[in-house]
């Protein structure tokens, strides 16, 4: 019985292509995006990662100095957490970067993502080598040689999976390493993609406890002991950082945070995941209730059917029985194509950054994944065999007599159907205002005044121009005929160099005393900035009093200073800061230094464009600042200088190469990236579920028009005017999209306010957003209403009469 009632599913299916390709695709394109991002939400926050107990891994992060990110620990206050920690198994050290490839003739040929490594942390990790071996605690001690751990893949890549590749050598930067090791086939650690691990070595003097307050942005890697939690593990190495004088007398508090290792992988992207989960669930309902409709519409129609099935014989359990194996191969199709579009959905989102390009565990077709797909498709099942057994259901004379065109369903089938055309409105409402009000967030954002004119305006990269263990006079020298050739070039207006240019990828920051407080306990962080003569023309930076920096200050870094608009209101109030004088932090182990207020600029946004400033900008005259990078103002479109840009670098230094150069609009939009591809994902499922309630309304009011037929023609008979038809049913789809809208506010509320804090100077309940999404729906549900409506006034009387 089961296999013929298969049978007669498949050749009814078969029948009707339309039907069965749309109760198909559509909730296996749904299912596969909430799949997609139910791998990615389970891979990066719940998935094991295969690293030794990877659960007690975790990170130990500082914020000194306000900057908002973790610059690592110094040597000695991590020698120190090791030493006196109770709650801590194992502690190692990381940094990581990029190392220039060279050939033997000293030539840049690429370059590499490496990581320097204490030799513990290979064993805190459990990792073993496929080749050779691991580093040892010699090959970190000063003067050991100099050699490497190879990636997997860089061994299959560079050196084709070589058997005899331990011992052979290679360069990089102006340092030849020896191979010793290649870790295994998906080893990964740090998140940088390492392709290539180097001994981390520490001189004795490093090691000195008058270093504890040098944080130099290596990084820390901890085994928690078994049992401690993260929180417990913080606050003793808080209690341990306050104990000593060196710190508390230079930082206050030391602010310390113990992150999971998954979160080096996860990165910004846990909240966007889970909005994309909220947002593809909510895409997946609206197509349930889709083809819960489209399904119950084809049991109407075939009610006739059913009613001769069980006047011959056929139990009810029987009739439900086909029912459910005929829904059952609809969602089983869907569960298939899920499936097959899974690697395909990964991709996409990949491309849009809500998975890393790479990371150690796998993601993706995960059991978990699976047992989505299978209950999912299971509940469909249920929903849509339930729905038209229900509709099958009355007398069977009555629908026999009717004959198979005459079906007409009863009130309680009928308010089924419109509630789940309410349903499918009131979602897509909600997520059609989610998505109106992100994009009106990031419009403001675009909008918001930065301090400075960023159009016709580049951002030049210097550090692979200028390797920071080169001399101060060589580095000060290839600077200055940088400046000055790219200011020959034409079409270039303006040349400025800075150690810290607004949303470039550096930040530094300093202690200072401010004028009159010399007796203040805790001294104030404000933004450490080393410009030239030429930084703030090339910006577009306005001096609003005093004037900039001369050239002879710049070459001698005269003790004088700009402060910006900031740091008068809260250190000048109303008095002229022109002449005053303050205490700059230099470094440690050296006095501050004072210097003179010359000018005063505008407070600019330095690292994103919603920040609110809360930390005042100091400018000091600088020749060759650490890490600096060039900003060009053009007077042409500036991407059409990064070619004659990058030919002036390899003229002045042909072994080396310019950083990269960005043009600042694109700078700018870069730091929005996250909430630009959200808002491009967002927006093609709010006009996936858009499209499907306006099908949804279609199908509903196409039935109900065919069922009042009769009800028409005999009104037109009477002088029923065509346009009295048109408005009564237009009426009733526009009122079925009012009660959708309606109950859909609460919903668009809670949806906005799960995202509240990815909002700027726009509210979770926006009224112009509201009244363009009400609109857009009206619009939507009014062409859809346009056809059932035209069909209901072109009913012919005497025919639709005869026909009763």
């Not at 191979?179 to 000195?208: K, Q, Y």
Request: charged share 20%; aromatic share 6%; glycine share 8%.
């Amino acid at each position: 019985m089961v296999l013929q009632d298969l049978h007669l599913a498949l050749r009814r299916l078969w029948r009707t292509p339309g039907f069965s390709g749309l109760s198909v695709a559509l909730p296996g394109l749904s299912l596969a995006a909430l799949a997609c991002v139910f791998s990615v939400v389970y891979g990066l926050l719940f998935k094991p990662l295969p690293f030794v107990q990877a659960q007690r891994l975790v990170m130990i992060e500082s914020r000194v100095l306000g900057i908002p990110f973790d610059i690592g620990l110094s040597t000695p206050l991590r020698d120190e957490f090791a030493r006196s920690a109770q709650t801590l198994e194992a502690v190692a050290a990381y940094r990581t970067g990029v190392r220039i490839r060279r050939d033997e003739g000293g030539r840049r040929i690429g370059s590499l993502p490496i990581a320097l490594v204490e030799p513990a942390l290979f064993s805190m990790l459990g990792a073993q080598p496929v080749r050779g071996r691991l580093f040892s605690a010699e090959d970190a001690a000063e003067g050991a040689a100099h050699n490497a751990v190879l990636s997997w893949d860089e061994w299959q890549q560079r050196f084709n999976g070589a058997s005899d590749v331990i011992g052979q050598r290679f360069r990089l930067d102006d340092r030849e390493y020896r191979i010793i090791g290649v870790t295994p086939r998906g080893f990964m650690f740090p998140a940088n993609g390492a392709r290539l691990w180097l001994p981390l070595t520490f001189s004795a003097a490093e090691h000195d406890r008058t270093r504890i307050g040098s944080f130099d942005g290596t990084l820390t890697l901890a085994r928690l002991k078994e049992g401690i939690t993260p929180e417990a593990a913080r606050d003793e190495l808080a209690g341990i950082a306050q104990s000593i004088p060196e710190l508390t007398s230079a930082f206050g508090n030391l602010p310390l945070k113990i992150t999971p290792i998954r979160s080096l992988w996860l990165g910004k992207r846990g909240d966007a995941l889970l909005l994309m989960l909220l947002a593809v669930a909510m895409l997946w309902l609206v197509t349930a209730a889709n083809v819960t409709n489209l399904f119950l519409a084809r049991a109407l129609e075939r009610r006739h059917a059913a009613a001769i099935a069980a006047a011959l014989g056929a139990t009810e359990g029987r009739r439900a029985r086909a029912v459910a194996i005929e829904a059952g191969c609809l969602c089983l199709a869907a569960a298939v194509l899920a499936g097959v579009l899974l690697p395909v959905g990964m991709a996409l989102l990949r491309h849009f950054d809500l998975l890393p390009a790479a990371t150690p565990q796998t993601i993706g077709g995960d059991a978990p994944t699976w047992g989505l797909i299978a209950g999912l498709s299971v509940l469909l099942c249920t929903m849509l065999t339930t729905a038209a057994v229900a509709a099958q259901r009355g007398q069977l004379g009555p629908m026999i007599r009717r004959g198979s065109s005459r079906q007409t369903a009863g009130s309680a089938t009928q308010t089924a159907r419109q509630s789940l055309v309410v349903l499918q409105v009131a979602v897509t409402m909600a997520l059609l205002f989610g998505i109106g009000v992100l994009l009106r967030s990031s419009h403001n954002l675009l909008a918001e005044d930065i301090g400075f004119q960023r159009d016709h305006l580049l951002l030049v990269g210097l550090d692979d121009l200028l390797p920071h263990d080169a001399a101060p006079q060589a580095r000060a020298t290839r600077l200055q005929e940088l400046r000055d050739q790219a200011h020959a070039l034409p079409g270039v207006v303006a040349v400025g160099l800075g150690n810290m240019i607004p949303f470039a990828d550096s930040i530094a920051t300093t202690t200072f005393t401010p004028p009159g407080q010399e007796d203040i306990k805790e001294q104030p962080i404000g933004y450490d900035q080393h410009v030239d003569a030429g930084y703030f023309a090339a910006l577009g930076v306005p001096l609003l009093h005093g004037r900039g920096f001369s050239a002879e200050e710049v070459r001698h870094q005269a003790p004088v200073a700009i402060v910006d608009e900031l740091f008068v209101q809260r250190h000048f109030g109303n008095s002229d800061p022109l002449g005053k004088q303050f205490r700059v932090g230099v470094g440690p182990d050296v006095p501050d230094r004072e210097v003179t207020v010359i000018g005063v600029v505008p407070t600019l946004k330095q690292r994103s464009l919603d920040e609110t400033p809360d930390r005042v900008a100091i400018y000091q005259p600088a020749a060759a600042p650490a890490h600096a990078s060039l900003a060009v103002r053009t007077s042409v479109e500036a991407a059409a200088l990064i070619a004659p840009l990058k030919a002036l670098g390899k003229r002045i230094a042909p072994n080396d190469a310019l950083g990269p150069i960005v043009p600042f609009d694109a700078r700018i939009a870069d730091t929005l990236r996250d909430r630009t591809r959200l808002n491009s994902l967002l927006g093609l499922l709010g006009l996936l579920a858009l499209l499907l309630a306006a099908v949804g309304l279609y199908a509903v009011l196409v039935y109900a028009v065919g069922q009042r037929i009769a009800e028409f023609g005999v009104r037109m008979a009477l002088g029923a005017r065509a346009s009295t038809i048109v408005r009564q049913v237009l009426g009733q789809g526009l009122f079925l999209v009012g009660l959708g809208v309606t109950l859909g506010l609460p919903l668009a509320w809670l949806f906005a306010h799960s995202f509240s804090e990815r909002l700027f100077q726009v509210g979770t309940f926006d009224l112009p957003t509201l009244a363009a999404v009400t609109l857009v729906l009206g619009v939507i549900a009014l062409l859809a209403c346009l056809s059932p409506a035209r069909r209901a006034a072109a009913t012919d009387p005497v025919l639709a009469l005869r026909n009763e």
